[in-house]
């Protein structure tokens, strides 16, 4: 008795698992689409206004360097661009250092840091906006913190601090860093939970105090977490507006100006797309070369450790 057995047909199974991997590939093809035509496009477009003297309006004309020269001469421009630098060295480091202790007080032995955490992080997914402008009624010369100090027998504490020209910026970063710093605490939790536990255990057992096994062990093994925390908070404090358009306008003067208001104020209060255009190139610049520099560094770090 004879079975005839029909053979296998590889070449149809092939074609099958070709098109199943194709298609999730199609999908994603309409928005690569859309993610070049309205950003990159966009950027591009933006970069050539630069170069032109466009009032939104008559049609753009050509003028060289023309918009680049007169922001190096401009001596509010480059105060923007300073205080630009200075908020965001601030925000980055003030945000990280009040994230990675918020991370390392809630890791493991408290028995409300999970509630503690939602807490923390709440302010993060807030809109910048409304953030700014609760702080707003905290921060005003007759409001809940110049109060609270005047009640602590503190009066030579209280300021005018959105008022101010020494400290409007400063009073800007403060409020940067407490809606953010639940961000970094997030990146730094997740960096601790993936460190070995047996690691600090066995340290300790060897008598290796607290800090010492935070300086030798858990804060190299916290690399790859500084990394995108750092990176993260640069590029909010570069482009950094919300929170200063709510609070100070960039004002009082020029005192807390930054490229991202200037960009604003340029474009749709003066008029002078084409020179607004170009404080948003040099903004975009400036976070390209700055994001690049730091993040070689911080990878080499990595390496290193």
Not at 167 to 189: D, E, H, P, T
Request: net charge positive.
């Amino acid at each position: 008795m004879s079975h005839s057995l029909s053979p296998p047909r590889p070449a149809a199974g092939l074609a099958g698992i070709r098109l199943s991997q194709r298609a999730p590939l199609a999908w994603a093809i309409p928005g690569i689409v859309l993610c070049l035509l309205f950003h990159y496009v966009a950027v591009v477009a933006g970069a050539w206004y630069a170069f032109t003297d466009w009032n939104g309006l008559s049609a753009p004309s050509f003028i060289g360097l023309a918009n680049f020269v007169e922001i190096l001469g401009n001596r509010n421009a480059l105060g923007a661009l300073v205080n630009t630098l200075l908020l965001a060295s601030v925000f980055v480091v003030g945000c990280n250092v009040v994230g990675l202790g918020l991370a390392i007080g809630l890791h493991r032995t408290l028995r409300s840091r999970f509630a503690l955490r939602s807490l923390f992080f709440a302010p993060v997914v807030m809109s910048p906006l409304a953030v700014a402008y609760i702080w707003q009624f905290i921060l005003d010369a007759r409001g809940p913190l110049n109060a609270m100090l005047g009640n602590l027998g503190l009066r030579s504490l209280q300021k005018v601090w959105l008022g101010d020209p020494n400290i409007a910026l400063w009073s800007v970063c403060l409020v940067m860093i407490w809606q953010f710093s639940g961000l970094c605490m997030a990146f730094y939790l997740a960096g601790l939970q993936s460190i070995p536990v047996e690691l600090d255990e066995a340290a300790s057992v060897d008598g290796a105090t607290a800090s010492r096994r935070f300086w030798r062990i858990t804060f190299p093994l916290l690399a790859p977490a500084a990394t995108v925390s750092i990176s993260m908070t640069t590029i909010l404090g570069l482009r950094a507006f919300d929170q200063v358009m709510a609070l100070t306008r960039g004002g009082p003067g020029f005192a807390s100006e930054t490229l991202a208001t200037a960009i604003f104020k340029e474009t749709f209060v003066n008029g002078r797309f084409g020179y607004g255009a170009a404080f948003a190139l040099i903004l975009t610049v400036l976070i390209l070369l700055v994001s690049a520099v730091q993040l070689a560094v911080l990878r080499a770090r990595e390496k290193r450790l």
